[in-house]
């Protein structure tokens, strides 16, 4: 276990702090990820990657937090600049300014086409895996992810013609 701890921390600290936007709440849901992935291991059948186990398992502890807190994760207060060019360039390091505007333009697209562009972005997840975690399929997660860059665009056209 210590070994998938030191391989898979990362990933998943990562796809909790895209879910959360804060760091104290990514690693301390990223401790009770691993913790329960040790208590329920056996339950493991190697159908899909252990990134992706661990991430659906990361995925369920975050929506109970927000329903035992009634919590809506909200990161509208935010700023930034050149999505076209973050959405083009996805498996390029987004510095902090650019994630803050994205993730604000993300706002005015559906929770689901929000969540497949986080996983892809940030998580750098592949569209099978997208498609595992959130029990679809990789076509379905690809067009997703398509439809929501297009949205995406039509925002940052928008609003740089006000």
Sequence with gaps: MEKIYKEYFDIVNKYL??????????????????????????SYNGKCKMSVWL??????????????????????????????EI??????????EEKISLYKKMQHIDEKSREVVYLRITGELSFKEI???????ENWARITFYRAKNKLKEVDYNEKRM
């Design 131 to 137: 498609g595992t975690i959130l029990n679809k399929t």
């Design 55 to 84: 991430c659906q398992i990361a995925k369920n502890l975050w929506y109970n937090q927000c329903k035992k807190n009634k919590r809506i994760v909200n990161i509208k207060n935010t700023q930034l600049s050149n999505i076209p």
């Design 87 to 96: 959405l083009e360039t996805e498996n390029l390091i987004i510095d902090k």
């Design 17 to 42: 702090f895209c879910l959360t936007n804060n760091s104290d709440i990514s690693e301390e849901l990223t401790q009770e990820t691993f913790y329960r992935a040790i208590k329920s291991i056996d």
